[in-house]
């Protein structure tokens, strides 16, 4: 039993080094941005999360043979904004979706305002998440791009 | 062994300044854009009486003659401008022959006189240059009719529709 020790130490060293030595267990990424593209002053645009304009990010985990739970809350933008012009822009449950694969298939809705808990994800397995959105224009609006940032943060639980 | 305990105490410690969070974000982007809208300016496409004296006469008005339009759109797009021939039909009568108004259309850009005009075809773009953070270009259309001796007299009227889009 003892010549089995060093081998135990050894593999136990091989667990706690990726979690341990690589600072980052948890990496996730922009893969689009939700873009409504050209709209008429005056008239409303909405972009679903099937859309390929929706924006789409990707998280996993990086801890060795552990299931992770995680906490994904989104800090989204209640404005589009170019200079003092602003264009009020909604989120709603329709608008956003998760799923284990990039596709549209099987992807379930969640309330983007909401946090959101997925539980027992794999090391190493991607978690996507889809995000459109609804905006309203009116007609005082100015024309030119407005813009807003939407930021995604995952949490291991 | 103060170095293996040193290292055994290093990875158990670390672990406390393991990251758990992250964040990633995305940019919301929309280009607004004003919608097209055309307006006549000025003028018409009267041709006037015109004496029948037994031949073919072609009458011909020049753009600038007659209806000026403006097309008002987002800077520095191009819109699409469309038009077709028009049938010019005998009013008040029953006369299977009508007359073809012949369009003749230029645009001068934001100069609303007609200076330096250039042809526009149908289903041709014409770029709207910035004025004041609004896209305009001015679009002249003048025309000719090819009357031919056998015409009845009387008044002839019909529609010209000319059309933009993005």
């Not at chain 2, 001015?138 to 019909?158: L, P, Q």
Request: charge should be positive; glycine fraction near 8%; aromatic fraction near 12%.
């Amino acid at each position: 039993m003892r010549k089995f020790i060093p081998l135990l130490i050894y593999l136990n060293i091989l667990w706690m080094i990726p979690e341990n030595v690589m600072p980052q267990s948890v990496y996730a990424f922009s893969l689009n941005n939700l873009n409504f593209g050209d709209v008429f002053i005056g008239y409303s645009a909405e972009v679903r999360h099937t859309d390929e304009n929706a924006a789409k990010f990707v998280f996993l985990h990086t801890q060795w043979f552990r299931k992770k739970d995680f906490l994904v809350t989104l800090t989204l933008p209640r404005f589009l904004r170019r200079g003092s012009d602003r264009i009020p822009i909604k989120f709603k449950r329709r608008h956003a979706a998760w799923s284990f694969r990039d596709r549209e298939y099987g992807r379930r809705r969640f309330n983007p305002n909401s946090p959101l808990y997925i539980r027992n994800v794999g090391f190493f397995r991607p978690v996507y998440i889809w995000l459109g959105g609804k905006i309203t224009t009116s007609s005082g609006n100015v024309p030119g791009i407005h813009s807003g940032t939407i930021i995604l943060t995952v949490e291991i639980l | 062994m103060k170095l293996i305990f040193g290292f055994i105490l290093f990875l158990l410690t670390s672990a406390v300044f393991c990251q758990n969070n992250v964040n990633s974000s995305a940019t919301v982007k929309v280009k607004l854009v004003k919608s097209l809208k055309i307006k006549k300016v000025k003028g018409d496409l009267n041709f006037g009486e015109v004496i029948l004296n037994g031949t073919n006469q072609n009458l011909l008005k020049k753009p600038d003659e007659g209806i000026e339009f403006v097309i008002l759109g987002h800077p520095h797009k191009e819109a699409i401008v469309t038009y077709q021939p028009a049938l010019l039909f005998l009013e008040n009568q029953i006369d299977s022959k009508s007359l073809l108004f012949m369009p003749a259309v230029f645009e001068t850009g934001d100069n609303i006189d007609f200076t330096s005009p250039k042809s526009v075809k149908s289903g041709s773009t014409v770029a709207l240059e910035n004025n004041n953070g609004t896209g305009k270009a001015f679009i002249w259309v003048g025309g000719k009719i090819k009357v031919n001796s056998t015409h009845s007299e009387g008044d002839y009227k019909g529609t010209f529709t000319i059309s933009v889009a993005y």
